[in-house]
C-alpha cells in the first residue's frame, strides 16, 4: 500500500442522495467527528449540473446572541453531554429570545445602578478638590452681581497667573495641588466675567459645574457618601437577582448553548455539498480504522447512496494528512509543520528529524551537568505551560548529558568525572578531551563525516520518495537521485580513501562515477521527457540550454562542497562550549571575594552558556535539518486532517 508509515491512512466517503435526506446525513458526518468534507465538484467530471448548495446559517445568530448576553452577565459557557436532548430550530430561537429578555432587563438595570454610581464617584472625585473652603455654595451661586467659577488649573498656568498679577479680577484662590494640576475657585463682577473667562480659558482652565451643591464642600461630600452606599446595596441585590436567574437556567441554556455549537458547527458541512434539482452530493475524508463503523452509521439513512475508496486512488485531490508518530518523536512534529506537513504520498521526515535533531544538539552542548538543567527547564515548560518546546528540551538535554559523560564536563569542569572513569573503566582520564589540540582535528573529521552521512541519507530518502511519487526524473537522473548519489557518494570516497593514505581514483573511476553522473544530471529534463516518452524532449534552443545548465551544474557541484562544509560548525559548536566555560572559570578565578565571587561568577556563566548557547544550538541545528536534510528530498506541501467537531476550541 503506497502510504507513509507515519502518516494516518484516510479513505474518501462518497455520498450521493435526495435532499431530504441531507440534514440527517450532516448530523452523521458531524457527529462522527472524523469527516474531513472537501470539494465535492473536483471529484467528478460531469458535474455542470451540479451547483453549490447555497444555504444560509440559522444557527449562527441565536448564537451570538446567546454568548453575547451571557458574556455581558459575566457567566462562562461550557459544553456538556446532550445526548438525549432533541429540540427543534424554533424552540432554540425562542429560548434565546427568553434569555436575552429576561437577561436584558436586569442587565440593563445593573447599568443604570453603574452609571449612577460612576456619577456620584465623580462628584465625590470633584467636590473632594474643594474641601476645606468655608463657603455656602448655594448663597455664592444666588449673588447677582458676583459669578464664581470653580475648576481646574495646569500647575504651570497656576505659577504664571502668580508671577503677572496686572489683572486685579485675575486672582485665583487654590484648594488642591498635585504635581500636575492645581483645583481652586475665581471670583468676577457680572460686568467684567467674560473677559475674565476669556482669559481663565487661554490659561487652559477647566470649569467644573457644581451649581447642584446646597451646603458646603463638607456637607455635600457626605450626601454623596451616602448615595453612593445606597447605590451600591441596589447593585449588590441586582447582582444577587442575576446569580439567581442563572442558577435556575445555567443547565439548560448549557444543554442548548451546546445545540446552538453542535448545529453550527455541523452546518458547515453544507458548505461542501452540491446539488442538482432535488439530489446531492458530499465528499470527505475519514480514518481508515473509522471506515466500518462510519459506513454503519450511514447505512441506516435513507434515501442515499455511497462508496468508501481508497486515498491512494485519489492523489491528485491532495489526501489530508494526520501525523503519527511515536511517544518520542511526536514533539518534533512542530518542527516539521513549521517546514510544512507532508503530502499523503511523502515521507514524514518527524521520525528522522526527532533522532538527528537530538543526537546533534547532544553532540554540540555536550555537558553533563547542563544538560541535566536543560531537562528540568524543558519538563517545567511542559507542566506549566504545556509548551511543546518543553519537551523537545527534555530530550535534547538528556542527549546533552550523555555526550557530556563522553566529553567529561560538568557545568563547564572539565576533569571532575576522572576519578568516575577510573573506578569504572580504569582510566586516567575521560575518553574525550575537547581541549586537546589533537582531539580539535578528529572533532573536525569526524564532524565532515557525519555531514556526508546525512547527506547521503536525504539523497537515499529522495530517491524513495520520487519513486512514490513516480517522479522517475527526480528519483533517477536529479542532483539529489541516482546520479547525484554517485558522484556524490564516489567524492565522499575519493576523499576518504586518500586521507588514509590509498588511492583509488583512476581513469574508469572517474569517467564511470564522475562524469557519466555528472552528465546524467546535466541532461535531466531531456531524460526524464524520453522516460516519460513525451514527444517534446528536445530543447527548443540547444544551445540557451548548455548555457543554463552549465551554469546550472556548476553550482550542484559546489553546493555539495559547501553543503557539506556546513557540517563544520557541530565540531566548531562542540570547541565553542569548551572555550566559553574556560573563558568563565578564567574570570571567575580573577572575581574578587574569595570564594563567593568565585561561585557567584561560575553560576552566573553557566546561566549565561546554557541560555546563549541553547538558543544558538537550537537554531543552528533546526537549520541543519531544513535546509541540509528537508531541502533535498521533502516537499512538504500537505494539507492537514481537519475534520468537522464540536470541540473546547470552539468556546
Known sequence: MWCNVAVSSVKVASIIGVLPALDEVIKVCGKSGIFHPDDALSFYSKNNNFVPLSEGNPYSEPLRKLKDMVKRAGMKLQLVDIADFEVSLKEINDYVNYINYKMGLLLEKKQDILNRITKHQKAQENIGHFIGLDLNLAEIFACKYIKVRFGKLPKESFEKLNASGEDPYMLFFPCTVDEKECWGVYF????????????????????????????????????????????????????????????????????????????????????????????????????????????????????????????????????????????????????????????????????????????????????????????????????????????????????????????GAVFGLEHVLDPMYKALFNLDEKPVDVLEPKTVMTIIILAVILGAGIIILSMILNIYSSLRRRNYENALFGQNGVAGLIFYGSLVAAGGTMAQGVNVVSLPYVLGLMVLPAVLIFFKEPLGKLLSRAPDWKPKKWGEYMVQNGFELFEIMLSYVTNTMSFLRVGAYVLVHAGMMMVVFTIAQIMPGGVVGYTLMAVFGNVFVIALEGLLVGIQVLRLNFYELFSRFFEGQGRPFAPIRVSEENL
Not at 450511514?298 to 501525523?323: M, Q
Not at 517546514?339 to 514524514?348: K, R
Not at 531537562?375 to 515548560?381: E, F, L, N, P, Y
Request: net charge negative.
Open 188 to 407: 468676577a463682577p457680572l460686568e467684567n466675567i467674560a473677559e475674565v473667562d476669556r482669559k481663565f480659558a487661554g490659561l487652559y482652565f477647566e470649569r467644573m459645574w457644581l451649581n447642584q451643591i446646597s451646603g458646603t464642600p463638607e456637607t455635600e461630600l457626605e450626601i454623596i457618601k451616602g448615595l453612593i452606599a445606597d447605590t451600591n446595596a441596589e447593585l449588590e441585590n441586582i447582582n444577587r437577582k442575576i446569580e439567581s436567574f442563572w442558577k435556575t437556567q445555567k443547565d439548560q441554556c448549557l444543554r442548548f448553548y451546546t445545540k446552538l455549537e453542535e448545529m453550527n458547527t455541523y452546518f458547515t458541512i453544507k458548505n461542501y455539498v452540491s446539488k442538482y434539482n432535488e439530489s446531492f452530493i458530499l465528499v470527505g475524508w475519514i480514518p481508515q480504522e473509522e471506515e466500518e463503523n462510519f459506513a454503519h452509521q450511514l447505512s441506516d439513512v435513507y434515501g442515499i447512496e455511497f462508496s468508501i475508496e481508497r486515498a491512494d486512488n485519489e492523489e491528485k485531490h491532495s489526501p489530508p494528512v494526520k501525523l503519527k508518530n511515536n511517544r518520542f518523536s511526536r514533539p518534533f512534529e512542530s518542527f516539521v509543520e513549521m517546514y510544512g506537513l507532508p503530502s499523503y504520498n511523502e515521507i514524514d521526515p518527524t521520525v528522522i528529524v526527532s533522532v538527528l535533531y537530538t543526537l546533534l544538539f547532544g553532540i554540540m552542548f555536550g555537558d553533563f551537568g547542563q544538560g541535566i538543567v536543560l531537562s528540568v527547564v524543558g519538563a517545567v515548560m511542559w507542566r506549566l505551560k504545556k509548551m511543546m518546546l518543553g519537551r523537545i528540551l527534555i530530550r535534547c538535554g538528556f542527549a546533552a548529558s550523555v555526550f557530556g559523560l563522553i566529553y
